[in-house]
């Protein structure tokens, strides 16, 4: 049963528990034994004297909850923009003709490479790092809203015709519940994307945030602070996780009746 090909696991809360264990004891060993040298792979406990020292030092509180605050405002506007287009295109051929393909190929930008035209338009605040957070969610969500559209079944969409209703009324009872339930999980996936552009746009302008921390720990030769920080990026985004897991659970039960 343990290699049953997509079977649920037994006793996955202790599975859980002893992988974590079992990698902190791999890279326990591998430090002691100086099998990688700890200017690359520090020692945990290293790793863990760094978290008091950054609380001290380098204000770890007040920049990791900066950081939550930009991630937070850039999803917001990506999905305040996003979806409205996204409908627009989705559903009017007209528009769908002119800026389909436009939609497609905006994904394959690299972002990265656009840092300095973000700061020729938005200067060097925070402005900045919202936008360019906001525009790397935007450029991947917008294209799942015009596809998540394109998969609402047509029978839904003729029942309501039949039953009388008007455009305007099947867009509000069928196309928008079922895009949005349907895209909170792409919204999840994207969780993970935004913190690497926080971390390029926050090491932009040393300004405060986990990017500053992380780009300054690096340059002085501190990886254990590194390492430390990326703990917490990764315990932020698994908290982030659960929390929309909860929110789509409470927001669109019928999606979990069959589980």
């Given at each position: 049963?343990?290699?049953?090909?997509?079977?649920?696991?037994?006793?996955?809360?202790?599975?859980?528990?002893?992988?974590?264990?079992?990698?902190?004891?791999?890279?326990?060993?591998?430090?002691?034994?100086?099998?990688?040298?700890?200017?690359?792979?520090?020692?945990?406990?290293?790793?863990?004297?760094?978290?008091?020292?950054?609380?001290?030092?380098?204000?770890?509180?007040?920049?990791?909850?900066?950081?939550?605050?930009?991630?937070?405002?850039?999803?917001?506007?990506?999905?305040?923009?996003?979806?409205?287009?996204?409908?627009?295109?989705?559903?009017?051929?007209l528009f769908r003709g002119l800026f389909g393909k436009q939609v497609d190929a905006v994904r394959f930008i690299p972002l990265t490479?656009?840092?300095?035209?973000?700061?020729?338009?938005?200067?060097?605040?925070?402005?900045?790092?919202?936008?360019?957070?906001?525009?790397?969610?935007?450029?991947?969500?917008?294209?799942?809203?015009?596809?998540?559209?394109?998969?609402?079944?047509?029978?839904?969409?003729?029942?309501?015709?039949?039953l009388g209703a008007s455009k305007w009324q099947t867009i509000k009872t069928v196309f928008l519940p079922a895009v949005i339930s349907r895209i909170s999980d792409d919204i999840r996936v994207l969780v993970a994307i935004s913190w690497t552009y926080i971390i390029v746009a926050e090491g932009v302008n040393k300004t405060g945030g986990v990017g500053e921390l992380i780009w300054e720990a690096g340059r002085l030769g501190k990886p254990e602070k590194v390492f430390a920080i990326l703990i917490i990026i990764m315990l932020i985004g698994f908290l982030q996780d659960k929390f929309f897991v909860l929110a789509d659970r409470f927001l669109f039960p019928y999606k979990y009746n069959n589980r």
């Open positions: 049963m343990a290699f049953e090909l997509r079977a649920e696991p037994k006793n996955r809360l202790a599975l859980e528990i002893g992988g974590v264990i079992l990698v902190l004891l791999l890279w326990w060993g591998v430090s002691t034994l100086e099998l990688v040298s700890r200017g690359i792979l520090p020692a945990p406990l290293d790793v863990l004297k760094a978290f008091p020292d950054m609380h001290i030092n380098n204000a770890l509180v007040r920049n990791v909850l900066k950081s939550v605050w930009l991630n937070f405002q850039g999803y917001f506007w990506a999905v305040v923009i996003a979806v409205p287009i996204g409908f627009i295109i989705g559903l009017l051929p490479a656009l840092t300095g035209l973000f700061i020729s338009w938005f200067g060097l605040g925070n402005g900045m790092k919202v936008s360019f957070l906001a525009f790397g969610i935007l450029v991947y969500l917008l294209p799942v809203v015009v596809q998540k559209i394109n998969e609402v079944e047509k029978v839904y969409v003729q029942t309501t015709y039949t």
